[in-house]
T-cell receptor, first 114, second 112 residues
Framework: DAGVIQSPRHEVTEMGQEVTLRCKPISGHNSLFWYRQTMMRGLELLIYFNNNVPIDDSGMPEDRFSAKMPNASFSTLKIQPSEPRDSAVYFC????????????FGPGTRLLVL | GENVEQHPSTLSVQEGDSAVIKCTYSDSASNYFPWYKQELGKRPQLIID?????GEKKDQRIAVTLNKTAKHFSLHITETQPEDSAVYFC???????????FGTGTLLAVQP
């Protein structure tokens, strides 16, 4: 298995631009998570899906952030418009259904908003 | 509330010494406690986990202990090596919200 796949691995954009991050979970995993990691705030859960349905988006910082999971093998996290304070590493993770199952992280997308 | 406290935030040890990282959780219903290791520029990866039906689990040089009464669990690394240098995260679930809450991380530096 290739593990969780994320793209792009690095993204540099200018303030105000739209950013789309992509994730392919491990085949057979029913839960998908989007995290943001910064030095100041650590590892924050933004949103998670069970069986393609968003369950908890309370971690999404603002309306500028949105996430979708149109099918079991693909999810996107979109920031529109982007701001410099959105600069961070964004991780996608997947697991079997249930919070007590191991989460497998993707390699992350390093986002820099100028 | 949903909270996992982790201490210390940084830890420096000499190669061969032991390292201990401690976490405290708030949800008494929590029943699964994983530890992740994140090397510089890499993704977090699970290194060991423990479920609430046992008090200790070992895997070679690493072990995790759980005290459900006190609501804390610890990671123990013995005979530390330079490649153990990384950030370590603990986590615990909040059962009511079905979310895994991560601690703030411990930067472990093993000095050769």
């Amino acid at each position: 298995d290739a593990g969780v796949i994320q793209s792009p691995r690095h993204e540099v954009t200018e303030m105000g631009q739209e950013v789309t991050l992509r994730c392919k979970p491990i085949s057979g995993h029913n839960s998908l998570f989007w995290y943001r990691q910064t030095m100041m705030r650590g590892l924050e859960l933004l949103i998670y899906f069970n069986n393609n349905v968003p369950i908890d988006d309370s971690g999404m910082p603002e309306d500028r952030f949105s996430a979708k999971m149109p099918n079991a093998s693909f999810s996107t996290l979109k920031i529109q418009p982007s701001e410099p304070r959105d600069s961070a590493v964004y991780f996608c993770a997947s697991s079997q259904l249930a919070v007590q199952e191991t989460q497998y992280f993707g390699p992350g997308t390093r986002l820099l908003v100028l | 509330g949903e909270n996992v406290e982790q201490h210390p935030s940084t830890l420096s040890v000499q190669e061969g010494d032991s390292a201990v990282i401690k976490c405290t959780y708030s949800d008494s219903a929590s029943n699964y406690f994983p530890w992740y290791k994140q090397e510089l520029g890499k993704r977090p990866q699970l290194i060991i986990d423990i479920r609430s039906n046992v008090g200790e689990k070992k895997d070679q040089r690493i072990a995790v202990t759980l005290n459900k009464t006190a609501k804390h669990f610890s990671l123990h690394i013995t005979e530390t090596q330079p490649e153990d240098s990384a950030v370590y995260f603990c986590a615990a679930p909040v059962i009511a919200t079905n979310k895994l809450i991560f601690g703030t991380g411990t930067l472990l530096a093993v000095q050769p």
